[in-house]
């Protein structure tokens, strides 16, 4: 039982271009979203995270958007650069329990 | 020096053979995980640790077994691997404050 979706697999954005990725989870029980962002030959390495008290937090070009009544968040990522290539998971948590359950990944690849 | 250390990096064994996979941590953490990471798959929880006495099976616990020897340490062993158990392993810790996980770089297992 896949507890959270992530579309889509692969993903590829021109340089400058507005990157996407969404997540959807079944557990209402969640309620920690975190982003995690993983270069080849490394580990992941968290991104940006939010709680459903809010809808959306913005740090630098990454903005996670959240709807808590459809029980989807997003990733949004603007002016998408080259280094910016890398796989992309969400995850999601019960906060206090910090177990993260992880989404298949994203590959994004940004092409000049 | 990283927070979270693997030993080793990558690790080619045989069928039937036991082998162990080394996680440390110098993070202070109490929380410590294993995951393993399938193409395709995202990162599936295989044990976690809340503190030195505390164990837990996560979602693909079969055919693999831990060890936590001391707050900074925890160890995963598969018994008698497998093909089907090669895959890139990943050590985590996290945070009870802010609920964030550092991850390890990685042992990528290949099992023949």
């Known amino acids: 039982q896949q507890q959270v979706k992530q579309s889509p697999q692969s993903l590829i954005v021109q340089k400058g271009g507005i990157s996407i990725i969404n997540c959807a989870y079944e557990?209402?029980?969640?309620?920690?979203f975190p982003w995690y962002q993983q270069f080849p030959g490394k580990g992941p390495a968290l991104l940006i995270a939010?709680?459903?008290?809010?809808s959306e937090k913005k740090e630098g070009r990454f903005t996670i958007s959240f709807n808590k009544s459809a029980k989807q968040f997003s990733l949004h990522i603007m002016d998408s650069q080259p280094g910016d290539s890398a796989t992309y998971f969400c995850?999601?948590?019960?906060?206090?329990?910090?177990?993260?359950?992880f989404g298949t990944g994203t590959r994004l690849t940004i092409i000049p | 020096d990283a927070d979270v250390t693997q030993t080793p990096r990558n690790r080619i064994t045989k069928t039937g053979k036991r082998i162990m996979l080394e996680c440390s941590q110098t993070?202070?953490?109490?929380?410590m995980y294993w995951y393993r990471q399938d193409p395709g798959l995202g990162l599936q929880l295989i044990y976690y640790?809340?503190?030195?006495?505390?164990?837990n099976k996560g979602e693909i616990s079969d055919g693999y077994s831990v060890s936590r020897q001391a707050q900074a340490k925890f160890s995963l062993s598969l018994e008698s691997a497998i093909p089907n158990q090669t895959a890139l392993y990943f050590c985590?810790?996290?945070?009870?404050?802010?609920?964030?996980?550092?991850f390890g770089p990685g042992t990528r297992l290949l099992v023949l």
């Open positions: 985590a810790t996290s945070d009870p404050v802010w609920g964030g996980m550092s």
């Open positions: 557990n209402t029980a969640f309620d920690y």
């Open positions: 939010i709680r459903p008290d809010v």
């Open positions: 995850a999601a948590s019960d906060f206090g329990n910090e177990k993260l359950t």
């Open positions: 993070k202070g953490h109490d929380r």
């Open positions: 640790s809340f503190d030195v006495k505390d164990i």
